[in-house]
């Protein structure tokens, strides 16, 4: 699921449209697919060209988007090593759609088709891989041979992106806009009922409807319940009572023990 937290929502919409447009019509060549938790982070699987060096290989690349996208260029990365004057060690791509001729009504097809393209044309004046740009610009074949021997060793075909993923994400992502606006309204409903209509306590007391002059079914008020052993006003009247019975009961033995005492005397 796609959280796109770095984004505001009216980029993430274009977003997500012209990432269902490139999945559904891929540039020559370029294969898209999306990072599930984040859009943006986008990658790209580029066949490369044929008559050039990197012919048969596939490299993947991956385009970082920044929260002030697109007023500020996606930064570029291969994340396949390559032999290329504009590609850096670490992968960082040099070219200049991402840098001063950055325009913000540029799409993510047309940096994908520029990068692909620099694959077919070097450019080894402005080189970030010194070593690939001196060999370009003095000696072709021995830039091509090393260049061959990076895209056999390190650009074989990648497993490839699930198909549909980028619709099926896009569509997640609108499903999970539209289930947190129904819940934000959901809630604020809630709310409102709950201020309207007043929770009885568990706490308050028990009543039963009156039938018309039976006491019986009279509202019944229930007082606080004691636990045993518990000292108060309430369990008085009981402890009152077992007193006054216990004393009877003992006035009584003691009047039939007399009693005995006077028979006995009689006889005597």
Not at 50 to 72: C, I, Q
Not at 139 to 151: K, P, V
Request: one cysteine or more.
């Amino acid at each position: 699921m796609a959280t796109n937290e770095n984004l505001p929502p009216n980029v993430i919409k274009q977003l997500a449209k012209e990432l269902k447009n490139l999945d559904e019509s891929p540039p020559e060549g370029i294969k898209v697919g999306v990072n599930d938790d984040d859009f943006s982070i986008i990658y790209a699987d580029i066949e490369g060209p044929a008559g050039t060096p990197y012919e048969n290989g596939v490299f993947r690349m991956k385009l970082l988007l920044s929260h002030d996208f697109p007023h500020s260029p996606p930064k570029g990365y291969f994340l396949t090593r390559i032999f290329h004057p504009n590609i850096a060690s670490n992968g960082e791509i040099c070219v200049n759609t991402l840098k001063k001729d950055w325009n913000p009504s540029l799409g993510l097809r047309h940096v994908l088709t520029v990068v692909r393209c620099l694959l077919i044309e070097p450019f080894p004046e402005s080189a970030l891989n010194e070593q690939a740009g001196k060999m370009l610009l003095e000696n072709y074949e021995e830039y091509a041979r090393h260049a061959r021997i990076y895209t056999g060793i390190h650009a074989k075909p990648k497993p490839k992106f699930k198909s549909g993923a980028i619709s099926e994400s896009t569509t997640a992502l609108n499903v999970d806009q539209s289930n947190t606006s129904v819940l934000n309204n959901g809630d604020q409903r809630n709310a409102a009922v709950s201020a309207a209509v007043p929770l009885q306590s568990p706490l308050a007391p028990c009543t039963t409807a009156s039938k018309g002059g039976n006491n019986q079914d009279q509202p019944a008020a229930v007082g606080p319940m004691h636990e045993t052993g518990v000292s108060g006003s309430a369990a008085a009247p009981a402890v009152s009572t077992l007193k006054k019975d216990v004393g009877l009961s003992k006035v009584q033995a003691d009047k039939k023990k007399i009693d005995a005492r006077k028979k006995s005397l009689k006889r005597l």
